[in-house]
């Protein structure tokens, strides 16, 4: 089975600083993928960025990049230039098949807070 | 409307009452998913819809029934819940593609549900 493991149950970090939050994960899977989601206090789950597991490059969608380091099984988000409204909470997920259909398993999430 | 919604926003019910929720994905995609998300736990799968066939998780109770009438609607039907299912619901839907691999997974805004 895989496993995502979030170890940062908090971060505070001052406006404007860049922010890393760690993720490592398990799989015996040669072909995964990896996947960082915001979770503000509305509930929704908003889709931030993706890594398969077969990419050359890392991944990078605006001010989000993901440091994707295969030999150590780690997928850090690394937001740039935070800003007030990034203060949610933050999950990595891996994709897994699961009987023949495809689900996400969840880390535990990181509460990111951006102080002015 | 656009991407995924959920109604209701909120619900409280009684432990004998008979509720559902409904999903809906404005996306064109062939999959979707209900999780639950309890307080300091991860997201858990309970349901799958891929391809017009339903995929079963065997640890969820029979009192959670889900109904995927066509590819863009996903309801979840709940009787005789019991407190510790007060969670946040959340549906997802995706793309399945020729290869049996999917997309990414965007989710709706979610229902808070609080059972007394």
């Known amino acids: 089975a895989q496993k995502i493991t979030q170890t940062q149950p908090g971060m505070f970090v001052q406006e404007k600083e860049a922010v890393t939050l760690d993720c490592t994960y398990d799989t015996s899977d040669p072909s995964y993928g990896l996947f960082w989601y915001k979770q503000p206090s509305s509930g929704e789950m908003i889709f931030l960025i993706y890594q398969g597991s077969y990419d050359q490059q890392n991944a990078t969608e605006g001010r989000y990049s993901l440091n994707f380091q295969k030999a150590r099984k780690s997928a850090n988000l690394v937001i740039s230039a935070s800003q007030l409204g990034d203060s949610a909470m933050y999950f990595c997920?891996?994709?897994?098949?699961?009987?023949?259909?495809?689900?996400?398993?969840f880390g535990q999430g990181t509460r990111l807070t951006i102080n002015p | 409307e656009t991407g995924v919604t959920q109604t209701p926003r909120h619900l409280v019910m009684g432990m004998t009452n008979k509720k559902s929720l409904k999903c809906e994905q404005h996306?064109?995609?062939?999959?979707m998913y209900w999780y639950k998300q309890s307080a300091k736990k991860p997201l858990e799968l309970m349901f799958v819809?891929?391809?017009?066939?339903?995929?079963e998780n065997n640890s969820v109770p029979s009192r959670f029934s889900p109904e995927c009438p066509n590819s863009s609607h996903l309801f979840l039907h709940l009787h005789t819940l019991q407190p510790e299912d007060s969670a946040l619901y959340l549906c997802a839907s995706s793309q399945v593609r020729d290869n049996g691999g999917t997309d990414t997974q965007y989710f709706g805004p979610g229902t808070r549900l609080t059972v007394l």
């Open positions: 996306l064109g995609h062939n999959a």
């Open positions: 997920a891996m994709r897994e098949v699961f009987q023949g259909a495809q689900k996400l398993v």
């Open positions: 819809y891929s391809l017009e066939e339903r995929v």
